[in-house]
């Protein structure tokens, strides 16, 4: 491979790490003589909507960045080394890499190059050399630039498989502090747009044999979590807003790493990663999607943010302890559900049982019921095998115990 190509490679593969629209990136490690390629490349993993893993080659079209967002590391001002992929170089590298067994698909993002119709005019022009002149049907993710044309969208969404817009920050005053140049306004169209045409689409091919698909695996995005003061409510709120108004596939989020110093970001010194944080507004974005949750039912002003110790789904149960406990052998799936320690299956486990014969307790375990969980807030042919003060707090203590003993240091 042209050394001038991994060089760039190497770049920005290295600068796409921080889009968590896919799992991982690729890491660097030794070949000590045996076979395969161990550079990292960039090579990341998504899952297709059958349930198989993918291989996608994870890179930036460019990080030669032309907006000045405080919280990037390609931000305008900062001293990093810049690269940028023509068109054919990117379709070239996946072919080849594709032809080597490397990758099954790609996932190209690009930072805004000159300006957004210049940067989305070169995406278009890649999937159409990968599309049309290499023949390559193979899964593609592509971004869409905000304040591009919407002919360039339009022209991305009939070859992409699945096409996202990055809002990065949940209000439009995290916006003004950290990224001025963009507001929510011109992050939304490319959304509506998106949302428009994918609906306008499925229509089409309902009806009309030639129908053109657009972008059949829908449109996703990512926020950032702890780079502003925003509360996790606002987060959920801005969330479950999102899927109502653009029905979004999924909302990624991504845990601040913090690469920039600057007056209005998170200091270095006092900043790690807040990753329990992230993973509870993941836990949240599930209750939303598959568990009939709403925003305001999981946090309000009272309580705006995630419990750090249990899940927002316990925490939910035991703030509304007096719904409970509930009889398992006779309440609907949606009472199931929210149930702690029942999950989709288990509760399609319950529901299918339940047809032949009441359900014992010692049933429970045996269809994957997380017992310990579910024990304070069910009953099971009317005996009730949790404490006999349903009081949270008492829960609490049961489920996560205080430790008896405190670790002392010396200090020197």
């Known amino acids: 491979m042209n050394k001038n190509i991994i060089e760039k490679l190497q770049i920005l593969a290295d600068a796409a790490k921080y889009d968590v629209s896919c799992a991982s990136s690729g890491v660097n490690k030794k070949n000590t ?42 931000r305008l001002s900062n001293d990093v080394r810049r690269a940028s992929f023509t068109p054919e170089e990117v379709a070239e590298l996946t072919i080849e890499f594709y032809r080597r067994n490397y990758i099954e698909g790609l996932f190209l993002s690009s930072a805004v190059e000159k300006n957004p119709n210049h940067t989305m005019e070169k995406i278009v022009k890649t999937l159409l050399i990968l599309r049309n002149q290499y023949g390559f049907s193979g899964y593609i993710h592509v971004k869409a630039i905000p304040g591009a044309d919407k002919i360039l969208i339009h022209q991305a969404g009939e070859l992409a498989d699945r096409m996202s ?60 979590v702890g780079a502003t003061k925003e509360s996790d409510m606002d987060m959920i709120n801005i969330t479950d807003q999102l899927y109502k108004k653009f029905s979004l596939k999924r909302v990624y989020f991504s845990a601040y790493v913090p690469v920039n110093q600057g007056g209005n970001l ?17 836990q949240a974005d599930w209750l939303l999607r598959f568990y009939k949750f709403k925003a305001n039912e999981l946090l309000d002003q009272s309580n705006p943010n995630f419990d750090k110790d249990f899940d927002p789904k316990m925490m939910w149960a035991l703030r509304n302890i007096k719904e409970f406990p509930k009889e398992i052998n006779k309440v609907s799936v949606n009472e199931l559900l929210r149930i702690p320690g029942i999950g989709m299956i288990s509760a399609r486990r319950i529901l299918k049982q339940r047809k032949i014969r009441n359900i014992t307790f010692d049933d429970l375990k045996k269809m994957g019921v997380v017992v ?25 203590n049961i489920l996560n115990p205080v430790p008896p003993y405190e670790q002392l240091s010396l200090k020197i």
Not at 40 to 68: F, M, P, Q
Not at 266 to 282: D, F, G, N, Q, V
Not at 372 to 396: H, M
């Open 33 to 74: 003589g045996k076979i395969g390629s161990s550079q990292a490349s960039g090579i990341c993993h998504t899952w297709a909507s059958d349930g198989r893993c993918v291989s996608l080659l994870k890179i930036l079209l460019s990080n030669d960045c032309a907006y000045d967002c405080e919280y990037c590391v390609n």
């Open 165 to 224: 817009v990055n809002i990065e920050l949940p209000t439009e005053a995290g916006l003004k502090l950290l990224a001025p140049q963009k507001t929510m306004k011109k992050l939304f169209l490319p959304m509506d747009q998106i949302k428009q045409e994918i609906g306008r689409s499925k229509y089409e091919l309902a009806r009309y044999r030639h129908a053109k698909s657009f972008v059949p695996a829908g449109q996703s995005t990512q926020m950032i």
């Open 266 to 282: 998170p200091a270095i010194s006092s900043t790690t990663a807040p990753m329990l944080r992230e993973h509870r507004l993941y």
């Open 372 to 396: 310990k969980r579910a024990r304070f807030f069910i009953t099971c042919g009317g005996k009730y095998y949790g404490e006999k003060n349903l009081d949270p707090e008492n829960i609490k």
